[in-house]
């Protein structure tokens, strides 16, 4: 009774969307094998294979409840799997002022693409997501502030596809700079991990420039990617806030932005076993793949393209300020 009430209705869904997400892996992995790095990530593959299975054969009903689950339960489940991956120790590694420096140019950034968002005449939605995007740490950040803003998958789906070609066009950009502007391996690392929207990202960027840029860089990302919790948990009590009825704190925060706090405390105060670590990794990513597919095959492509010479004008005027930001902090740091 529980299986055909609770599971069943689930399951077409849930099988077509995972069946994506593997397409998607299995193309990333084509690309590294193919080219020698993953430019563009399995989350971008699976939007796009989803829009492009909606478009083409379009989304029966008996599909309907599995895609809403994935998009919504297993990213929520993919969000709190992520905070045992961010540890504040690396805190610690970093001066006061540099960390100041990644604070403001985080929330200066925010507000300043926020309103360039608005500017160019994007949704509030569409606005934030293409902010913390920009902001933050890419792909990640928007998957996580989606279900916090109660976003549209049209939202989600464009600023996530417009956003990632920036960021990887920025990368085959980026390791010009040091020559033309006479950075150090240093000085470059603290300017690509300001800038540079992933991880991976970083590490493909720094890398050209020596170790010392690619410890860095990473180092500065890491802590940038530390504001991904703060930045949530605020977006989750303004939306709270906007609602006419007065709600304790802990109904107007999500489970799975208390759950994402609680594991980052956890592997901060090395209550997470090390052997736990790397399977919590994988499960997040993949579940964050497996929500991004579901995603795409909830997308219209019509609203999607409609809006899309907007979000990659607001998507590259943003990073524009974002490396503006990156070269003052420089400035003022060294």
């Known amino acids: 009774m529980f299986f055909n009430v609770h599971i069943k209705p689930v399951l077409p869904g849930l099988f077509l969307t995972t069946a994506v997400a593997l397409v998607a892996k299995l193309a990333e992995q084509a690309e590294r094998t193919l080219f ?21 054969l379009g989304l029966s009903k008996p599909f309907h409840h599995g895609v809403r689950f994935c998009a919504k339960t297993v990213l929520e489940i993919a969000i709190v799997l992520l905070g045992a991956s961010i540890s504040a120790q690396a805190l610690g590694q970093a001066g006061f002022g540099l960390i100041a420096a990644i604070i403001l140019v985080v929330c200066a950034s925010l507000f300043l693409s926020f309103h360039i968002g608005q500017a160019l005449g994007l ?14 740490c890419g792909n990640s950040a928007i998957a996580a502030t989606a279900p916090v803003i109660s976003a549209k ?22 390791p010009l700079l040091p020559a033309a502007l006479g950075l150090s391996p240093s000085q470059y690392g603290i300017f690509a991990g300001l800038t540079v929207y992933a991880v991976p990202q970083v590490l493909a960027a720094t890398a050209p420039a020596g170790a010392l840029a690619v410890q860095v860089g990473t ?30 704190i802990m109904q107007m925060v999500p489970w799975f932005i208390i759950g994402f706090v609680a594991m980052m405390a956890a592997r901060s105060f090395d209550f997470l076993p090390d052997l736990a670590l790397e399977p919590m990794r994988i499960t997040s990513s993949f579940l964050t793949i497996l929500a991004m597919a579901a995603l795409g095959l909830s997308v219209d492509i019509r609203s999607v393209m409609h809006v899309g010479g907007r979000v ?5 005027l943003s990073l524009t300020v974002l490396c503006g930001l990156g070269l003052l902090v420089l400035v003022i740091l060294t």
Request: with cysteine.
């Open 153 to 174: 998958s049209d939202d989600v789906a464009a600023s996530i596809a417009f956003t990632a070609v920036l960021g990887v066009l920025f990368v085959f950009v980026l």
């Open 219 to 248: 180092l500065v990302k890491l802590i940038r990617v530390l504001m991904l919790g703060p930045v949530i948990f605020t977006l989750a009590l303004m939306n709270g806030r906007k609602s006419d009825v007065r709600l304790p």
């Open 312 to 316: 990659i004008g607001a998507a590259l």
């Open 123 to 136: 949704s509030r939605h569409l606005s934030m997501l293409v902010a913390c995007g920009n902001s933050i």
């Open 36 to 56: 020698g790095h993953g430019w563009i990530e399995s989350l971008v593959f699976a939007i796009l294979l989803g829009v492009v299975v909606r478009s083409v």
